[in-house]
């Protein structure tokens, strides 16, 4: 299991890199390297920590997707992986629907 300051280590360099890559973090590495965080934390047992990061790693391929015409690559992957903390938290399919639909709408995409 990974120390709090391996975890901490990552995170600030994550950060430092999600903030060098473009103004919002638009990269699709940066995704990539949210959803790791993610995942580390999710396998720390910190769901509660990691969701808002697979949240964040969801919006930036969502961007990327919607920029470059069609999916990521990796978009249904980083979907998944947010969607199980999620059901781990006690979400059913209608409020883990919901909360998608609510991400999808808030960047321009109808569902």
Same mark, same amino acid.
């Given at each position: 299991?990974?120390?709090?300051?391996?975890? %901490?280590? /990552?995170?600030?360099?994550?950060?430092?890199?999600?903030?060098?890559?473009?103004? %919002? #973090? $638009?990269?699709?590495?940066? &995704?990539?390297? +949210?959803?790791?965080?993610?995942?580390? +934390?999710?396998?720390?047992? *910190?769901?509660?920590? =990691?969701?808002?990061? @697979?949240?964040? =790693?969801?919006?930036?391929? +969502?961007?990327?997707?919607?920029?470059? #015409? *069609? !999916?990521?690559? *990796? /978009?249904? +992957?980083?979907?998944?992986? @947010?969607?199980?903390?999620?059901? *781990?938290? #006690?979400?059913? !399919?209608?409020?883990? %629907? &919901? &909360?998608? $639909? =609510?991400?999808?709408?808030?960047? #321009?995409?109808?569902?």
């Amino acid at each position: 299991m990974p120390s709090n300051r391996l975890i %901490r280590v /990552f995170v600030s360099s994550t950060c430092s890199c999600c903030q060098r890559a473009q103004p %919002r #973090g $638009d990269h699709p590495h940066v &995704a990539l390297s +949210l959803n790791n965080l993610a995942a580390l +934390l999710q396998d720390t047992s *910190r769901l509660v920590e =990691a969701e808002p990061w @697979y949240r964040r =790693a969801v919006e930036v391929v +969502l961007r990327t997707s919607i920029a470059a #015409g *069609r !999916d990521h690559p *990796r /978009f249904k +992957l980083v979907v998944d992986n @947010y969607v199980e903390p999620l059901r *781990r938290l #006690g979400g059913n !399919d209608e409020e883990i %629907r &919901a &909360a998608l $639909d =609510a991400l999808a709408k808030s960047h #321009g995409v109808q569902t």
